[in-house]
């Protein structure tokens, strides 16, 4: 009986060993501190949800989403998509539709991922969002500090106070040469930039109450 007994500890402790760097693994993100009209997936989201890595996050069309990933707080505006993403020492987030915002993330620790390219903090801290217009133009807003936009091997910085929409314009494949590389949501790496001046317009007010809120306001929720 007792030999039995320390067989069965021994799986147990064997078991336990061998999930444990399954669990160490899945540590979140970071955690939601507003959520209205939003969802993780199907389920509706909370205040205080933890979010991890690969989480489909999405929001109503009267919907908003703000959490703090890191360093950053980010916020996904109204009828917009998004998938967490972690590489390394970057947390990110992969525009699948609308608009997402970020505000004090640091120049190598957050960044955007979209069809035509990544943006991310110039330098130090800064406040931006980026809007997918359509699959191949997006729409880079810099309110506090500038953004790098870098993509196609093409890197552009937005200064402060300024926005751009950004068109991706493939070209064609010469028929005798094998395909293009493909990027991260199947579009053609081979191609060039079309860049004009945006608008700031009707969402500055609200971008710099959110900018106000995730640095001034305590970004913990209350239990």
Not at 16 to 43: D, F, I, R, W, Y
Not at 106 to 114: H, L, Q, R, S, V
Request: hydrophobic share 40%; proline share 7%.
């Amino acid at each position: 009986m007792r030999s039995f007994c320390r067989s069965i500890l021994v799986v147990v402790l064997a078991s336990g060993m061998m999930t444990s760097p399954a669990v160490a693994a899945a540590k979140p993100l970071g955690m939601v501190v507003l959520a209205q009209n939003a969802h993780l997936g199907e389920a509706d989201l909370a205040l205080g949800t933890n979010v991890f890595s690969g989480d489909y996050l999405q929001t109503e069309p009267r919907g908003t989403l703000r959490m703090r990933l890191g360093a950053a707080q980010v916020y996904l505006s109204a009828a917009s998509a998004a998938i967490l993403d972690q590489q390394g020492d970057t947390i990110g987030t992969k525009l699948v539709r609308g608009t997402v915002g970020f505000s004090s993330a640091p120049a190598n620790g957050f960044e955007i991922e979209t069809p035509i390219a990544t943006v991310r903090p110039a330098k130090g801290p800064a406040f931006g969002e980026v809007t997918l217009v359509n699959p191949q133009t997006i729409l880079v807003a810099a309110y506090r500090g500038s953004l790098l936009v870098k993509g196609n091997g093409i890197e552009r910085v937005i200064p402060e106070g300024s926005a751009y929409n950004i068109t991706f314009s493939p070209e064609p494949e010469p028929s005798s040469s094998s395909p293009s590389p493909q990027g991260a949501y199947g579009v053609s790496n081979h191609g060039r930039w079309l860049v004009a001046a945006g608008i700031l317009g009707g969402t500055a007010a609200i971008s710099y109450w959110v900018w106000h809120h995730t640095t001034e306001s305590d970004p913990n929720p209350q239990q």
